[in-house]
């Protein structure tokens, strides 16, 4: 209840103790028990109590290390259209551009936002296996090149 002190207008409110509820008027029977999303929580702790906070590269937020989306970038320092221009100006027969290497850390928000990652269905959660990853062919990419070398 509020209450007005010395007729000036100011109140102040009288608060009540929260109301703790407890699991212990069940028995082990009719214990409620929560469903799970994911079945690491959406984190790679795995034993580990605590893990250090890194900063998201998209909004600077600091999501723990375990839970952070880490996507590994490997680019050249040159630009592609530049490396035409400088191949040709260039005395050295072969020579290997310097690449830029860095470490992107994404909260869970932004890299939904950015498109490195994608909202699942409940049954497409479960599947655990990594997408194909987009550099190198795979072994069975090869071998189908392969196939389709010596047919033609």
């Known amino acids: ?14 608060l009540r103790p929260s109301v703790v509820s407890t699991l212990s008027s069940f028995s ?5 028990i929560m469903v799970k999303k994911r079945r690491n929580n959406g984190r790679s702790k795995h ?19 375990d ?13 592609a259209s530049a490396v035409r221009d400088m191949k040709e100006a260039s005395v050295y027969e072969s020579y ?3 690449k830029i290497y860095y470490k992107l850390h994404y909260c ?9 990652v994608r909202v699942r269905s409940a049954e497409a959660r479960k599947i655990r296996t990594p997408p194909p990853r987009r550099g190198a062919p795979s072994k069975d990419q090869q071998n189908k090149n392969k196939e389709f070398a010596v047919k033609v």
Do not use: M, S, W, Y
């Open 1 to 14: 209840t509020a209450v007005a002190l010395c007729g000036v207008g100011v109140t102040t409110a009288v």
């Open 28 to 32: 082990r029977e009719e214990q409620v």
């Open 47 to 65: 034993g580990r109590g605590h893990t250090n906070p890194v900063q998201c590269d998209g909004c600077g937020c600091r999501p723990r290390k």
């Open 67 to 79: 839970k952070a989306i880490k996507r590994f970038v490997v680019r050249n320092i040159v630009e």
């Open 96 to 98: 290997a551009f310097p």
């Open 108 to 116: 869970v928000g932004c890299a939904i936002h950015a498109r490195q």
